[in-house]
C-alpha cells in the first residue's frame, strides 16, 4: 500500500558525508511532516530532525549544525545530508513521514532503515 525506502547509508571515515534519502509511494493524498531518526545497538530510538510539509525544520542539538534536512514534494522524497560525520553517528537511520490518505485520515509510517557506519 503505502511505502518508505531509505537509500544512501554506508561506511565513512570520521569527518566524511553522506546524503540519505527517503521516497514514498503508494496510495497517497498528500505527505505532512517527514523526519529522521536514528538508532544505534543497545540504544533508544532517536530523533534527528524533522521538517514539516512546508519546509520548516527541527534539529536534534547533536546533529545541529552538522546536517539538513529537506523535501522535494513533487518527488515524495526527504534527504539528510550529513557532513563532518562522528564514530557516535553510527545507527541505523530511519525515515518516518505522516502519510494522509484523505484531508483528515492519517497515518504515521516508517521505512526499514539504512545503515550508516564512520568508522577509521
Known amino acids: 500500500q503505502v511505502q518508505l525506502v531509505e537509500s544512501g547509508g554506508g561506511l565513512v571515515q570520521p569527518g566524511g558525508s553522506l546524503r540519505l534519502s527517503c521516497a514514498a509511494s503508494?496510495?497517497?493524498?498528500?505527505?505532512?511532516?517527514m523526519g529522521w531518526y536514528r538508532q544505534a545497538p543497545g540504544k533508544q530510538r532517536e530523533f534527528v530532525a524533522t521538517?514539516?510539509?512546508?519546509?520548516?525544520?527541527n534539529y536534534a542539538d547533536s546533529v545541529k549544525g552538522r546536517f539538513t534536512i529537506s523535501r522535494d514534494n513533487a518527488k515524495r522524497t526527504a534527504y539528510l545530508q550529513m557532513n563532518s560525520l562522528k564514530p557516535e553517528d553510527t545507527a541505523v537511520y530511519y525515515c518516518?513521514?505522516?502519510?494522509?490518505?484523505?484531508?483528515?485520515?492519517?497515518?504515521?509510517?516508517w521505512g526499514q532503515g539504512t545503515q550508516v557506519t564512520v568508522s577509521s
Open positions: 503508494g496510495r497517497i493524498f498528500s505527505i505532512g511532516g
Open positions: 521538517t514539516t510539509n512546508r519546509g520548516v525544520t
Open positions: 518516518n513521514a505522516r502519510i494522509y490518505y484523505s484531508g483528515s485520515d492519517y497515518r504515521d509510517s
